[in-house]
T-cell receptor, first 117, second 112 residues
Framework: GEEVAQTPKHLVRGEGQKAKLYCAPI?????VFWYQQVLKNEFKFLIS????????ETGMPKERFSAKCLPNSPCSLEIQATKLEDSAVYFC???????????????FGPGTRLTVL | QKEVEQNSGPLSVPEGAIASLNCTYS??????FFWYRQYSGKSPELIMS??SNGDKEDGRFTAQLNKASQYVSLLIRDSQPSDSATYLC????????????WGLGTSLAVNP
């Protein structure tokens, strides 16, 4: 599609429950990035993919967070055993390519608001 | 010290005035610089990207980059009430796998 799509828009989970978020990048974009935005606008990088391969996972809290981008399927971000501090908006972004020294523009989806009670 | 710093604001300007937003960054290897606008409850929307020292103009928006001073700014001319939003500065480089490093944003209010 022409836009990054994210589902669901809102997700409410009790502490300890699992949460799974989905992202479909713009058609033709090879790179997918996940960011977490908590209060006070703070964006935190989580993980990026080049097609179905993990490109950079340095931001992932590995104990409870996992992510995949499989061929012909939306990418997913899964949080096992959610905690209160996981409450945030999770944004997915895609970009066409990473050329040379320049970082291509990342286009953002509408986000998934996760509330952990 | 945060990697990307912005004044949180709020920055308040009258309609029709020039709004000036500033951003400093600590990583000298940074190569790509972005200004995103984010309305409350919405996703970030790209306003400008800049990669070379100097000015880049697009309509009412001008981005200015000074790598020696590690400083990037955004000027909004003829500010409109619809420009009222949070403006986020984001920085990237090939050495950190192109992930965006974000400032906390500057809240801009344009008063009619």
């Amino acid at each position: 599609g022409e836009e990054v799509a994210q589902t669901p828009k809102h997700l409410v989970r009790g502490e300890g429950q699992k949460a799974k978020l989905y992202c479909a990048p713009i058609k033709g974009h090879s790179y997918v990035f996940w960011y977490q935005q908590v209060l006070k606008n703070e964006f935190k990088f989580l993980i990026s993919f080049q097609n179905e391969n993990v490109f950079d996972e340095t931001g992932m809290p590995k104990e409870r967070f996992s992510a995949k981008c499989l061929p012909n399927s939306p990418c997913s971000l899964e949080i096992q055993a959610t905690k209160l501090e996981d409450s945030a908006v999770y944004f997915c972004a895609s970009s066409k390519s990473l050329q040379g020294r320049v970082t291509d523009t990342q286009y953002f989806g509408p986000g998934t608001r996760l509330t952990v009670l | 010290q945060k990697e990307v710093e912005q004044n949180s604001g709020p920055l308040s300007v009258p309609e029709g005035a020039i709004a000036s937003l500033n951003c400093t960054y600590s990583d000298r290897g940074s190569q790509s610089f972005f200004w995103y606008r984010q309305y409350s409850g919405k996703s970030p929307e790209l306003i400008m990207s800049i990669y070379s020292n100097g000015d880049k103009e697009d309509g009412r928006f001008t981005a200015q980059l000074n790598k020696a001073s590690q400083y990037v700014s955004l000027l909004i001319r003829d500010s409109q009430p619809s420009d009222s939003a949070t403006y986020l500065c984001a920085v990237s480089n090939a050495g950190n796998n192109r992930k965006l490093i974000w400032g906390l944003g500057t809240s801009l209010a344009v008063n009619p």
